[in-house]
């Protein structure tokens, strides 16, 4: 069936409308710090090292889909002048110093843009700034425990909560620290081989059982971002949530009192139930 150019149009025009939907509802889930449904990119960015990892991957998505085109399109000659209908008597020629020269060079050149910001982006992900914060994550079966060693020398548990949404990520207690303020975390393990991974703002590191591992991260924006163990440590790796609320610096003052009294005073108390999460 034939369509009208009218009927194309329109078509093309809903097509449209419906991508600029997905793509506006796409970034105001990610702001959420959270999957998001039909999400098809990265979440929402809510730190500087995020900034530049979505930096990265759009140079390296635009990157791409050109090498492809241009490939494709190579194809496409070939295919069309170069098969034997057009050509029944094939070129003997063997050597072309210009293209030999280009399709050396023009690779090394990809391949070098593709890592000086590859490199640069690494090392500011390495090279931890002076912290205004330091908390202590160790990845347990299954769950984590977070301590402020700056604050008072206070630890809780943080275990999957069923009762709150968003699914399978809210927790009973969240790690908080205070926005625009560097955090370095410490990650370890105390069983098994855990991963640290908050992807809003761009860190994921291993929690190794007798080794400390240390990444950071600067939120520029409040509010809860989540994330997961995202390495296989058993059976109930999946149920592994961490979740960070990020506050102004007065409401985490507050906080830290309100933990202190909390969880230091009754370290008995800083231990969530198992059992109880589990129901």
């Given at each position: 069936?034939?369509?009208?150019?009218?009927?194309?149009?329109?078509?093309?025009?809903?097509?449209?409308?419906?991508?600029?939907?997905?793509?506006?509802?796409?970034?105001?889930?990610?702001?959420?710090?959270?999957?998001?449904?039909?999400?098809?990119?990265?979440?929402?960015?809510?730190?500087?090292?995020?900034?530049?990892?979505?930096?990265?991957?759009?140079?390296?998505?635009?990157?791409?889909?050109?090498?492809?085109?241009?490939?494709?399109?190579?194809?496409?000659?070939?295919?069309?002048?170069?098969?034997?209908?057009?050509?029944?008597?094939?070129?003997?020629?063997?050597?072309?110093?210009?293209?030999?020269?280009?399709?050396?060079?023009?690779?090394?050149?990809?391949?070098?843009?593709?890592?000086?910001?590859?490199?640069?982006?690494?090392?500011?992900?390495?090279?931890?700034?002076?912290?205004?914060?330091?908390?202590?994550?160790?990845?347990?079966?299954?769950?984590?425990?977070?301590?402020?060693?700056?604050?008072?020398?206070?630890?809780?548990?943080?275990?999957?909560?069923?009762?709150?949404?968003?699914?399978?990520?809210?927790?009973?207690?969240?790690?908080?620290?205070?926005?625009?303020?560097?955090?370095?975390?410490?990650?370890?393990g105390a069983d098994v081989i855990h991963s640290f991974a908050v992807p809003a703002f761009g860190i994921k590191i291993d929690a190794v059982p007798g080794r400390l591992?240390?990444?950071?991260?600067?939120?520029?924006?409040?509010?809860?971002?989540?994330?997961?163990?995202?390495?296989?440590?058993?059976?109930?790796?999946?149920?592994?949530?961490?979740?960070?609320?990020?506050?102004?610096?007065?409401?985490?003052?507050?906080?830290v009192e309100d933990a202190k009294k909390k969880f230091a005073a009754n370290p008995e108390n800083s231990f969530a139930s198992i059992g109880t999460a589990a129901q």
């Open positions: 069936m034939k369509m009208s150019k009218g009927q194309i149009g329109r078509r093309l025009l809903g097509w449209a409308v419906v991508a600029t939907a997905m793509g506006t509802c796409g970034k105001a889930f990610a702001e959420l710090g959270q999957p998001a449904p039909w999400e098809y990119k990265l979440q929402g960015s809510a730190s500087p090292v995020m900034d530049n990892i979505t930096s990265f991957h759009n140079f390296l998505t635009v990157l791409i889909t050109v090498i492809t085109l241009f490939v494709l399109a190579l194809l496409a000659v070939v295919i069309v002048k170069f098969n034997a209908r057009a050509n029944p008597v094939p070129s003997r020629t063997t050597h072309n110093t210009l293209i030999e020269v280009a399709w050396t060079l023009i690779p090394v050149l990809i391949l070098v843009s593709i890592a000086v910001p590859s490199f640069r982006l690494m090392f500011e992900e390495l090279d931890i700034p002076n912290a205004d914060l330091t908390v202590k994550a160790t990845g347990k079966q299954w769950y984590w425990s977070y301590a402020y060693p700056d604050n008072g020398k206070f630890e809780f548990d943080s275990l999957l909560a069923e009762n709150k949404q968003p699914r399978l990520l809210g927790v009973d207690n969240e790690m908080v620290v205070p926005v625009n303020k560097v955090v370095r975390v410490q990650v370890t591992n240390e990444t950071w991260f600067k939120a520029t924006k409040t509010g809860m971002f989540y994330g997961q163990c995202s390495q296989l440590c058993g059976k109930d790796h999946a149920f592994m949530p961490i979740a960070v609320r990020v506050v102004s610096d007065q409401d985490f003052a507050a906080w």
